[in-house]
Structure formats: structure tokens, C-alpha cells
């Protein structure tokens, strides 16, 4: 019983304790400190205006442009490879086989329409030659037959079937001289030494050479390659996510030279996911046959946009920042660019108005200038 006694009195003890102890939590003052409110400090704002006196800009060198009304921005801008045209590259083919004697151009070189590349002399010439003199031989027999058998038929003497037959004979005679005659001059060839002239077909520059003074040509060989002058052709890789927004017609832009789409291909690449895209430009700095270029695509501007100098445009407390004439400063005007830029100028969609003179050339100074106010 006392045992009993003792249990019961250690439970009401424990049960006193748990009692007492969840009083004392729940009654204890939170004294941790309130979590600090974070402050995000703005940034100071900008003026509108800088006042800026005449003296002070001509110090600092200021130069100034007038925004232009965009007619054009760019669309895309694509890695590509130069090449002629398939129709502007043209190979020099030695009609007779020979011996180069005299070799007159190296690869490189410009070439006007008609201009001798190489002299081959040629046995085969020489064998033209004789045929050409024996058939002028028989000409003049023909011609002199046909004459007196005219002559004859005339007075009765003979029948005129004869002269028919002899003025046939004519006739086959001048052909046989008229086409070795075209055959020569084809070749460009003197004749009587066996010599011949390769000609340049085309103005241009020489590509390929493949043989030089001294090596021997077969017949139909093809010793020089001129590519066609200011003919070239832009191949471009375009991506699956501007098909249908270029097309031929186009302009492209290489630097300083300008070109136009010539044909956007239909199907994708299954590899690079691009089309291929072709673009005709003519002759320029930079565009070089085999060369690797960047050219630009260019397509209508959106409506109110304007160009200025790249060098106009900076970043100023997150936003970019052109500088305006005013009559006694500049103003501070936000912008917002287009995509892209063409020549060193950069297309702003908003925030310009065509005419505004800005700042080319002096903006850093300036920026300076208004972050110090």
C-alpha cells in the first residue's frame, strides 16, 4: 500500500512539473530581435538637360550628326563563303595539243576580253596550214573551171549540166578554204611557224594555271580558269527561325559593297537547321573569290525609326542614352535600339526624331559631365 502510495505521488509530482514548465514557455517574452528590413537604394535620378556653354563644348571637340529616317535595318547577320557565279568562271581550252612557248600570264592576274594568255606551237597547226593552202589550190582550179564551163554552156557548146556540175565543185571548194579559214582564226593561230594564241574569253582574273612556258598540252587541256570581273556570289547558311522573313530581292551588305538575295532554298538542313541562301555581289573591298565574310541582310525599317552613329549611342544608369542639341546644352534622351547594326550605325526604334543633331563624338566626356551633376 505504501508502495502504491509512493507511484502516485512521484505521477502528481511529474504531471506539477510538465504543467508548470509549459507555463513558463508559453509566458516568456520573444526577445529575439525583429528581422532587419532590407533597403534597396534607387538610383539618383538623371537631369534632362545638360547645360553646356559654347566655349566648353569646342574644348571638349564635340561632333555632331543628324538622326536619318530609316529605310532599311537589319535582319540578320550570316557567316558566308565568296564564290563566282556558276555562269562567270570560264576555263581556257587548248583546241590543238602543243608546247607552251611563251607563257604571258600568272595566276592572279586581270585579264581584259581578247588578251593573249599563252603562244603554243603545234605540229597539228602546221598540218592545218598545208590543208588550208592545198584547198585554196583547189579553189582557184574550181573557180577557173567553173568560169570556162559557164562560158561554154553559154555559146552551146556543151550541155549545161556540165557547168552546173562545175559550179557545185565551186562551192565545195569555198566551204572546204571558209571552214579551215574559221579554224585558224578560232585558234588564233598564224599558221605558216605552227603557232597559236590562247585568248582570254572573258575580262576578268586568272584562278587556275596549270601549265607555264616549256610544259606540253593535250588537245582539249585546259590550262587557265578566269573568273568573270565584278561577278561574284555570296553562299550563307540561314536559320530555320527566319525562313520566310528573307527572300530574293533583298539587299545584302558586305562593308561598302551591296548585293541582293538571289535565291532562299526550301529545304532545311536536317544537320545545321539553316537554308541555303545565295546572294549576288559585284565586285568590291573585301569580296575576294573563296574568301570567308559576314554579311548583313537588310529589310524594311519599322515605321518612325531613325539611324545615328554607333559612337552616339552609350549606356547611362541602365538605359541607352543618346545626347541632343539643344540651344544651350544637350538633352538626355532614353532610346530604344533595333536589333543588329549596319556600317558602324546603330537603328533606334524610339526616343529620336529625324533631323535631331546628337553627339558622334564627345559622348564620354559628356556622360562624364552629367554623372557628376
Known sequence: ?????????????????????????????????????????????????????????RAIGLEWAAAKAAEQAPVATLNGTVEPPANARVAVTALFGGVIEHSYVVEGAAVRKGQPLAIVRSPEILSLHSDLVR??????????TAQRLDQLSDAGVIAGARAEEARASLREAEADVAEKRRILALAGASGSDGGYRLLAPIAGRVTSVSATTGDRLDGGGA??????????????????????????????RLGDVTGTVSSVGTTIDPETRSLLLKARMPAGPGVISGGTVTVTVLGPA??????????????????????????????????????GSADDMALVLSGLNPGDQVVKRGTSEIKALVLAQ
Open 302 to 339: 519599322p515605321s518612325g525609326a531613325v539611324t545615328v552613329p554607333a559612337s552616339a549611342v552609350t549606356p547611362l544608369n541602365g538605359a541607352d542614352t543618346v545626347f541632343v542639341r539643344t540651344r544651350d546644352g544637350v538633352a538626355i534622351r532614353r532610346v530604344q535600339l533595333g536589333e
Open 223 to 252: 590550262p587557265f580558269v578566269i573568273d568573270a570581273a565584278g561577278a561574284y556570289e555570296v553562299n550563307a547558311q540561314l536559320p530555320e527561325r527566319l525562313a520566310g522573313r528573307v527572300h530574293p530581292g533583298m539587299q545584302v
Open 1 to 57: 500500500m505504501a508502495q502504491q502510495r509512493t507511484r502516485w505521488i512521484g505521477g502528481a509530482t511529474l504531471v506539477a512539473a510538465i504543467a508548470a514548465g509549459g507555463w513558463w514557455f508559453l509566458a516568456s517574452p520573444d526577445v529575439s530581435p525583429p528581422p532587419a528590413e532590407s533597403a534597396t537604394a534607387e538610383p539618383a535620378a538623371l537631369p534632362e538637360t545638360l547645360e553646356l556653354p559654347v566655349d566648353q563644348a
Open 135 to 144: 584547198a585554196r589550190a583547189r579553189l582557184g582550179i574550181a573557180r577557173s
